[in-house]
């Protein structure tokens, strides 16, 4: 069993749409919780991050953390054409050194229609 | 603006080639990471280094050594290339801390032949 599980999609929606992308994760370790957007023939960028539980709003985007349920969750409210992307949850525990070594998800591809 | 640079975007090579993927970065991190990337297995770790000289197995080390004898340099080396070798190699270099930002390169699709 993975790590870290995030259903691969493709997740297809209509542009305005709310899109909501997922991961489980097993190790109680981790602390700190991302998400990466990664478009076609780059490199992943960091979209948004979390620590511990709770919430965190950025504009369009809204991440969830509920750590009792090892489940994490990316919001996109008003989806547009250009965030069709793979999204990629990402998540670490305090390791000293090595403290952000980052362990991934699958990735969801989303495309959002016109 | 940061910036992660690897050598090729596009790399074909023969089985048993000894290959060297190259990743320099400008942000004077202490950190960089080797991944790979293929379809449903996101990215797995490969190597990390957390300064000069200094590494670390990740997830999938076998096949795979790398190299770092600056800062700002991390190289990946494909002992004998062998096509399960195939994939998307990213490198990524983050600053030291608890958690910090990790910024990744553009990518290489190494192909084994």
């Known amino acids: 069993q993975k790590e870290v599980e995030q259903d691969p999609g493709p997740l297809s929606v209509p542009e305005g749409a709310i899109v909501s992308l997922n991961c489980t994760y097993s190790n109680s370790a981790f602390q700190y919780f991302m998400w990466y957007r990664q478009y076609s023939r780059k490199g992943p960028e960091l979209l948004m991050y979390?620590?511990?539980?709770g919430n965190k709003e950025d504009g369009r985007f809204t991440a969830q953390v509920d750590k009792s349920s090892k489940y994490i969750s990316l919001f996109i409210r008003d989806s547009q054409p250009s965030d069709s992307a793979t999204y990629l949850c990402?998540?670490?525990?305090?390791?000293?050194?090595?403290?952000?070594?980052?362990?991934f998800g699958g990735g969801t591809r989303l495309m959002v229609k016109p | 603006d940061v910036k992660v640079t690897q050598s090729s975007r596009y790399l074909v090579k023969r089985t048993g080639e000894k290959v060297f993927l190259e990743c320099v970065q400008d942000m004077d991190h202490e950190n960089m990471f080797w991944y790979r990337q293929d379809p449903g297995l996101g990215l797995r770790l490969i190597y990390f280094s957390y300064d000069v000289k200094m590494k670390e197995k990740g997830d999938i080390p076998e096949g795979y050594s790398v190299s770092r004898e600056k800062k700002e340099r991390f190289s990946l080396i494909l002992e004998s290339a062998s096509t399960n070798q195939t994939s998307m190699y990213l490198c990524a270099s983050s600053s030291q801390g608890l958690w910090t930002e990790a910024f990744f390169g553009q990518g290489t699709r190494l192909t084994v032949v």
């Open positions: 990402a998540m670490s525990g305090a390791l000293g050194n090595a403290g952000n070594m980052l362990t």
């Open positions: 979390t620590y511990s539980s």
